[in-house]
């Protein structure tokens, strides 16, 4: 399920914030940067090598990794993460941050909020560092949400000259093939393994470059399941592509970016569960499942008070029922990976019973509702 802009009640489009390549200040020093000192004729020119080596050394420092953070053990932090907290819209209301603040969730899943157009100007390290631990001062995870499956309109990466997909028609650039097929406004499936939606995301100048430098511990991974999109699945057969394997080799390649500046940097994967039934070595490439609707969707583009945004329960049939899915999520625990799931509901005793089943199942669940625009008033207990 991808998350976009929404209209609130008045009709405008709540926006997220775009991300930009991170600016030279003394927070994004590098602590394992040092300057080299040359020792000159005259104490102001001694002084103005040190302050210039000093600027050329924090700006291009590639980890924002302090000598403390590098201890982190990762992987170790997210199999330990029994409760999770998952927010992607309105982050830049007054009041957002601080409540996350206060809460201890061990792991948060955030959009990075200034990946939007327009919203340049969000303080995206300042969120991060105030978020970075627990109020009990212990090491809390920060995941940054990233659609890999699908073009968002109103990010900065969508260029002026960029034409949304019809019906009959693929996008400009031609990458673009069609519209989102659950009805989430202005998400596009795209070719994932053209280099040009590639070079988005890897590389110096990428996105995940970016999002790790930033001080994000991993991403986590929207739209995964556009392997398994009818239309996906025949523009990769006219390039003479199998989706499956094209999409496992793209998050390989989105891991291996962020590792170039965290070495354990993480991958959580949304949705497609039957991915593994691809390759089995697909498990060797996630950190861990993330899974939705198990019990519980909302329809797209609901609003936080939209009763639509929840409460829906499972009608699937064949492999998407209840019972299939807690079946297939095995095969990840099997293998040793940590399944969380996030169901949408707004009545309490629909909560209650998907808490109580997915710890019966053991799964790391979450209750909120479909605009994932505030925390939810119905907490793992």
């Not at 996906?232 to 970016?257: C, H, R, T, W």
């Not at 996030?342 to 979450?366: F, I, S, T, W």
Request: charge should be negative.
């Amino acid at each position: 399920m991808t998350y976009g802009a929404h209209p609130d009640a008045s009709g405008l489009y709540q926006l997220k914030r775009p991300l930009g390549r991170i600016s030279c200040t003394e927070e994004h020093y590098s602590s394992t940067s040092k300057p080299m000192v040359f020792w000159c004729v005259g104490k102001n020119l001694t002084v103005t090598f040190l302050l210039l080596l000093l600027i050329i050394t924090g700006c291009n420092a590639k980890k924002s990794v302090s000598k403390s953070d590098s201890k982190v053990d990762r992987v170790k932090l997210l199999k330990n993460a029994k409760t999770w907290m998952y927010q992607i819209q309105d982050l830049d209301r007054e009041g957002a941050i601080q409540a996350l603040e206060k809460t201890d969730y061990p792991l948060l899943v955030l959009e990075p909020t200034n990946t939007s157009k327009g919203s340049e100007d969000f303080d995206l390290l300042k969120m991060i560092k105030k978020l970075r631990k627990t109020p009990d001062g212990k090491r809390r995870l920060l995941l940054a949400y990233i659609d890999i499956g699908e073009a968002e309109d109103y990010r900065t990466y969508w260029k002026e000259s960029w034409q949304a997909p019809t019906e009959s028609k693929r996008g400009k650039p031609d990458f673009i093939i069609t519209a989102d097929p659950d009805g989430w406004s202005g998400n596009y499936p795209v070719a994932y393994w053209d280099e040009r939606w590639k070079d988005i995301w890897l590389g110096e100048d990428g996105l995940i470059r970016d999002l790790a430098e930033a001080g994000f511990d991993g991403i986590y991974l929207d739209w995964v399941e556009a392997y398994d999109d009818e239309k996906v699945i025949e523009a990769a057969q006219e390039d003479g592509l199998k989706p499956a394997k094209e999409m496992i080799n793209f998050i390989k390649e989105l891991k291996e970016s962020g590792r170039q500046v965290v070495p354990d940097f993480l991958v959580v994967a949304q949705n497609a569960p039957y991915l593994l039934d691809e390759d089995p070595k697909y498990s060797k490439v996630i950190d861990a499942l993330a899974m939705e609707d198990t019990w519980f969707q909302g329809e797209a583009d609901a609003d936080w008070d939209d009763p639509a945004g929840g409460d829906i329960k499972n009608y699937y049939k064949d492999g998407w029922t209840t019972d299939a899915l807690l079946e297939q999520y095995k095969k990840y625990s099997s293998a040793g990976l940590p399944v969380f799931s996030v169901d949408y509901c707004l009545k309490k005793e629909n909560a209650e019973m998907v808490y109580r089943q997915a710890k019966k199942h053991g799964l790391r669940p979450l209750v909120t509702r479909v605009s994932l625009s505030k925390q939810t008033t119905t907490p793992s207990k």
